[in-house]
């Protein structure tokens, strides 16, 4: 095969690796080489890997090689690097969850549902990515922020975003039980797609709170994301005709998608979508507003039809999540909490410990709300005939890891619940959730906008994301304006 290693890992896409793969620019040996080139130059200070599968790689990077000139038709993601979050289960490597308690574990037995799914579409598990303490939190201690070293990545799935960021995979696994996808897309400048509760196996993934615990992907670009959605809920025939997907153009669905065409003169034209003014209560920084604002401004550029909303039962689904991730991760967590506790950090473990405060009586109600404010943004929907809701993916940027406090108008805030306030309301809900790049603060940091679904309808609210995508510029137009600010 003759190569002219075309490629930049800056801003290297999984789509464009796909083809550029297929059509012989480079060969996957050659891209897993340069991506774990890139780790040994970053990971010193990034530690966005819990470990590296090296040898591994590179042994099914030949393989995909050959598969790739003998096999017709090739699978979606042969050859491309992909990291999985150390939750999920990879048969015969440890899932210890950054956690010291699970440090003498035995390998797992057997692949995670996810990941066997990506194995099976060709991808090369190029290693474990860093997360926070069973998933519990939005840090993701060790690892630093691609964008500035000496910042959070978000989390828990910090270390997934902090890779895909710098470019050492091209896509990677993720889990979100209060934002736990979202919150790191949006501090590292990435898409991170939240599919519909319960669309994506969570088999062989250890839970923090099984009524919301969800499996999706964070990558650089929404057709990245989609391309991973469609392979982990078996969809990968659709891969084939991803453009026609993305721009409402395909039948392979064999459904009516949403609306029409997004190639046409006006993308979005007729496209509802509400406008929540009050979710947050504006307590968010002014970048970040600023931002939303102009986001607004390419909705309407792109012919939306913006409307404004109210949704009564914001802060009920937010106090309802709350309270079931805390009552399901005490019970999860209970011999944990009774044998050698001082192993677990001790934020961590006074979470599970207020867990255990609530009384079966108080998680029942809880449930049921969740069911109350599911159907009453449903109510929203309908009323307005809304095919998504934007809001603010978070009210801030990426907070200083040394002490991870939020600056917000109304005063300071610890970075965990300062950063699942906008996010963790739709994990009551269930609904589809993708957090796109939107802009960069003062301080060259990302800004993200999330665009809430209905549920079950991925496609479509990847259609609104993708359009917004190209008009903004995305992930692409962020490194190109931090490159241009610091020459």
Request: hydrophobic share 45%; with cysteine; aromatic share 4%.
């Amino acid at each position: 095969m003759t190569s002219t290693m075309s490629f930049n890992l800056d801003t290297l896409t999984l789509r464009d690796a796909i083809r550029a793969l297929d059509a012989g620019e480079f060969s996957s040996v050659e891209l897993i080489r340069a991506s774990l080139q890139l780790a040994r130059a970053t990971e010193p200070e990034l530690h966005a890997f819990v470990e590296l599968y090296a040898n591994d790689a590179l042994t099914y990077a030949q393989f995909a090689d050959r598969a790739r000139t003998i096999l017709r038709p090739r699978r979606p993601l042969t050859g491309v690097p992909i990291g999985i979050k150390d939750i999920f289960d990879i048969v015969d490597r440890h899932t210890r969850c950054n956690s010291r308690q699970l440090d003498g574990a035995d390998v797992a037995p057997r692949d995670a549902e996810a990941v066997l799914r990506l194995r099976h579409d060709g991808a090369i598990l190029i290693g474990k990515t860093v997360t926070q303490e069973y998933a519990a939190g939005v840090i993701s201690d060790p690892c630093r922020n691609p964008w500035d070293a000496d910042r959070i990545p978000g989390g828990s799935s910090g270390g997934s975003a902090a890779a895909v960021a710098v470019g050492t995979c091209l896509g990677a696994l993720g889990s979100d039980t209060g934002g736990s996808i979202r919150i790191p897309a949006s501090l590292t400048g990435t898409v991170g797609l939240k599919p519909t509760f319960g669309h994506v196996s969570t088999q062989g993934v250890y839970p923090l709170s099984p009524s919301l615990d969800t499996v999706g992907p964070i990558a650089r670009t929404v057709a990245d994301a989609l391309i991973l959605y469609l392979c982990l809920t078996g969809r990968t025939a659709e891969i084939a005709s991803i453009e026609g997907l993305l721009t409402g153009n395909s039948e392979s669905t064999g459904r009516k998608l949403t609306f029409g065409p997004l190639l046409a003169s006006d993308p979005l034209d007729g496209v509802r979508i509400g406008v929540l003014r009050s979710f947050g209560s504006g307590n968010i920084q002014p970048d970040v507003a600023t931002a939303f604002d102009t986001s607004l401004q390419v909705l309407r550029d792109l012919r939306a039809e913006l409307v404004e909303v109210s949704w009564a039962h914001e802060a009920a689904a937010r106090a309802s999540a709350h309270l079931i991730s805390r009552a399901e991760s005490s019970a999860i967590h209970h011999q944990h909490l009774r044998h050698d506790p001082d192993l677990i950090r001790e934020d961590i473990r006074s979470r599970f410990e207020i867990g255990a405060l609530v009384s079966g009586d108080m998680y029942l109600r809880a449930l049921a709300a969740r069911e109350a404010v599911r159907d009453s943004i449903a109510a929203v929907y309908r009323e307005h005939a809304l095919a998504a809701i934007v809001v603010p993916t978070l009210p801030a940027t990426a907070p200083l890891a040394e002490s991870p406090m939020v600056s917000l108008p109304d005063g300071e805030e610890f970075a965990g619940p300062a950063l699942t306030r906008l996010t963790m309301p739709w994990n009551a809900t269930g609904q589809p959730v993708i957090s796109v790049p939107c802009g960069l603060d003062a301080d060259d940091l990302p800004i993200g906008i999330s665009f809430v679904g209905r549920p079950d309808e991925e496609i479509a609210l990847c259609q609104i994301a993708h359009a917004f995508e190209l008009a903004s510029g995305g992930f692409a137009a962020l490194v190109a304006a931090a490159t241009t600010a610091t020459s």
